[in-house]
Structures are given as C-alpha cells and as structure tokens.
C-alpha cells in the first residue's frame, strides 16, 4: 500500500487580510488552519503543518493535538515554505498532497480523489491538480488595455490540495525555483501534470471578505452540487 503524506501550509502573514494571519481566525466554531488540518489527518498517512517561526512554539501543543505529526517553519515565500515542509518527509513516503491552509473547505471527498488519482496515475504522471471551469470572460490586458479574449474552454481555476510523487517534487523544489503553486514548477520543468474536477465549495481564503462570504456560505448550507 503506497505511503502519502500531506504537507498544509499555513506560514503565511496575510498581508492582503489584513488582521492576524487568516489561518487562525475562527471559522463557525474552529480555526480556518483547524478546519484544513482535520481533513488532511483523516485523509493521508501522515501531516506536516508550516507555521510562521514565531508561532511555531506557541501553537505547537494545539496543533500536536490536532494530529500533527511534525511542525515546522516557513519561509518568505510559499515555494520556500514548501521546501520547509518536504525536507522533513520520512524517507518512506511515496506521494504528497500540498495544501493551503486557506482552503479549509477542501472536502475530503476531494482530498481522497486527488490522492487516488496520484497513486493510481501512469508512471509519466507526475502530478494531480484539482480545477473548476471558468464561467466568466477572459481578457488578457496590458494596464487598462484588452489585448485580447482568451478561450475559456481551455482555463481552469486550479485549487489545492496538489498530488506529487515525492521524488519528482523534491526535484523541482532542489532549484530553489518560486512559484504560486507547486504544479508550475513541474510544468517548467516538462513534467506531465493532470487536472481533476475540484469543487466549487473550495474557496480560497484571501481577504476578510472572503472570511465573511465562507461563513455566510456555511451559515446558509449552500450546496454547489459538488
């Protein structure tokens, strides 16, 4: 049985929330980071947490708790707090699904999709995005200028968590390359990366607003049909 592990990454400052980092505000009734951390344990075989370095030890015995298996560090960037994270892998583990914090509505449907379907994938496959279709127009721009209308058939909206073999992430992740999300680093470096359904549920949380929308949502039980 193949061993995975999840690395949820939660190092962030949430500049653009503008209150204490996003992923500790209290989300009907739990943390967002919370929220996120449940899903992963009940989903993988194991769990790294990334935090900021100056709460690293504050929360350590919370998230412990919580099911971590290990916590550590972040960095400036994602990609950096990513790294953090897969340094401190078992030597064992076979496949990672990397997640957002932000994301703490990931179902564990989704969780459970992406990780079969990085086990299950072809040997050139060397990673799984989840993504949702793009309903609204597309327009590349230079400033305040339309350059040109995209096809939106051929975007989606990708989300995490993100499934990789754990090899060819170390890999892409050796370069000390940034990117916004781990996928495009294999892209650059011609990997094959598949894309399944995500979920519209799935929001990502970015500003107080969406904090506020997220609650609303679940206030309301809104069901996207995922």
Request: hydrophobic share 40%; charged share 25%.
């Amino acid at each position: 049985m193949s061993i995975t592990w999840a690395v949820v990454v939660a190092g962030g400052r949430g500049t653009r929330f503008g209150q204490t980092p996003k992923q500790f505000h209290s989300l009907n009734g739990k943390s967002v980071l919370n929220w996120s951390l449940s899903t992963a344990k009940a989903a993988c075989d194991g769990l790294i947490v990334v935090l900021p370095e100056d709460l690293l030890e504050q929360k350590s015995e919370e998230l412990f708790e919580l099911g971590a298996d290990y916590l550590v560090s972040g960095g400036d960037s994602r990609s950096e707090s990513v790294r953090s994270g897969i340094k401190t892998l078992p030597k064992e583990v076979e496949f990672v699904l990397v997640h957002d914090a932000a994301r703490p509505m990931a179902s564990i449907n989704l969780w459970r999709r992406v990780r079969s379907a990085i086990e299950d994938a072809a040997v050139n496959t060397h990673g799984i995005v989840p993504g949702i279709s793009v309903i609204d127009t597309i327009k590349e721009v230079d400033g305040d200028s339309v350059l040109r209308t995209l096809d939106r058939s051929k975007h989606v909206l990708i989300q995490t968590p993100q499934g990789f073999r754990r090899k060819t992430l170390d890999l892409v992740h050796s370069s000390q390359a940034e990117a916004t999300d781990d996928a495009a680093l294999l892209e650059a470096e011609n990997f094959n990366v598949k894309v399944i359904d995500g979920e519209m549920t799935n929001v990502k949380i970015t500003y107080a607003k969406d904090l506020a929308l997220l609650k609303w949502q679940m206030d309301q039980s809104i069901d996207y049909g995922n």
